[in-house]
């Protein structure tokens, strides 16, 4: 088993193993005192894994009890959230009880919010089953739902009492949504590792899971020792969003239809990157591998929205302090920097 | 101007002063450095001091806009909650922009949570306009709605950066709105401070006000010390639920419609008082005196509500951890305790 030790303002770690889904009911006691545990899941992810995770508790002497929503974004939603405390409040959950996010990030996200919300916080534990919330989502304590205007404006930080991975859940994703969180991991090797990005590189689509334990592991540790810094994301943690800013402009655009998360990212990305090429802030070759990748992972480089739109749609992200732009910067492989600028600025660099 | 400095994850400074709040644009301007600010108050408040507050913030360079909710608890709830969060929206906030809570523990309440919680938190500033607001409410960092299966049960911990008490204020509510309050300022004498309790008991509802600025000032001054040593409510912060695991019982025994939370908690007080001296933990002339300061206030000491079932009620408290209630036994005026003890031994301490 893999260990990943996070010290946020309230320490947990992320445990990786091929299986350990079996193993939750033992794990999850170690960490918490109470023997009453709430499950929220989607319903695909409630199909597959809710029995292997519901009977693992029982034989560590849990109670459980099931809140089960409709799979997808459209869901993470206030009226879902509500249901949610409802389903709390009838089962006379406590403070000293916690919540279990199974599913990939909407789930994650929505049960991380609830937990850091009703009684103004329980404990929740979170076991990712999509690539982008086993390297991404689940880490960090970022928690959030979707407004009818727009993405995540509402949410909290809320570290959760442990994650557990288990990379064998991957192997019930479409190769679509393998490719999704894989954007999420060649981010991470763009900002901070070559060495990982070599990793990703060397494999494809086709057999990127003969390497997926020690990508996760890589990727865990690279958003642990950022998120460490700056846990409230007032700083280097913005390093994270190396293609978000356009990705999620390109999502916006097209009304969160046509491209997933990850695909809108890997166009971010590319496009940040080619213009950072032009204006002789990345090296060249870097911008040639960082293509090579995104196509070996069967993600889009470029989109039809008109840049100039997208640009705009920028300026509305949240992430924007008021008229400046956070742009993040890849010089090469595994070297990133934050560069803010005005926004009038940020357009002309996009448009060179 | 009395100050007081509240020493929280987040430090802070209490301000009372009669007249402060036509000097609230330049006291906000010196904490943050946004100039455009949102303020949340209800029609009732609106009224009475949006001009004065608006004109203090533009001539202090801000430029202002402002959401009106109606008067009351039903509109501490998800759609009131909903209609801020799309009003922030609208208006393009931004996390360096602040919120102003205007008015009561209503407005201060889903103000501050809207604020812990937008953009995952963003800064805002109390400007209380009740006495309950002013002593209890404002200070301390816990904000909250309802749900429609009880009261606060969503909410978060989240300091505001500032908080402007004008006792002026006090002159525009309704003696039965003073009491109200002076419930919580009889607390706050009974758990920490004979001298306090004294200054009270020596006035009345007819004349408190030539002692309020001294009374609002003890009153946030043992608020503050309780919080800087308990800001998230593990310990000795649960003192500050005297009177109220039973007063919680009496407003929901009656749908939160015949009491309102001072007057329950006064009788909340009373009757744990009683039950303390029965049992040789109060001195009975403790009883005698917090009976006749609450008579003074014109606050009610008991109910018709039957014993047996307020204390069934008061198992579903969310401050109780499983089956354990943390009874506040005060065993003279200024000196308090917690006692946790077994649902079942605090029924028989309540109907002896």
Redesign the interface.
Known sequence: MKKIAVKASKPYEVLIEQGIIKNCGKLISDVTKTRFAAIVTDDIVDSIYSDTVISSLEESGFRVVKFVFKNGEPSKC?ETL?RI??FL??N?I???DCLIALGGGVVGDITGYAA??????LGFIQIPTTLLAQIDSSVGG?T?ID????KN?????KQPELVICDPLTLKTLSPETVSDGMAEAIKYGMIRSSELFGIIASHSIENYFDVIDDIIFRCVSIKRDIVENDE??KGERMLLNFGHTLGHAVESFYNYTKYTHGNAVAVGMHMITEQAVKHGDCEKSALEKLDAVISSYKLPLVTDAPVSELISLCS?D?K???SNINAIICSDTGISSIRKMPFDEFRKYMEA
Request: net charge neutral; proline share 3%.
């Open positions: 206030s509500n405390y409802d409040a009838e006379n406590t403070r000293s850091a919300t009703y009684l103004r916080g970022k959030a407004l009818p205007c727009g404006l509402v949410g909290a930080f409230f994301d509305n949240k924007c302090e008021s």
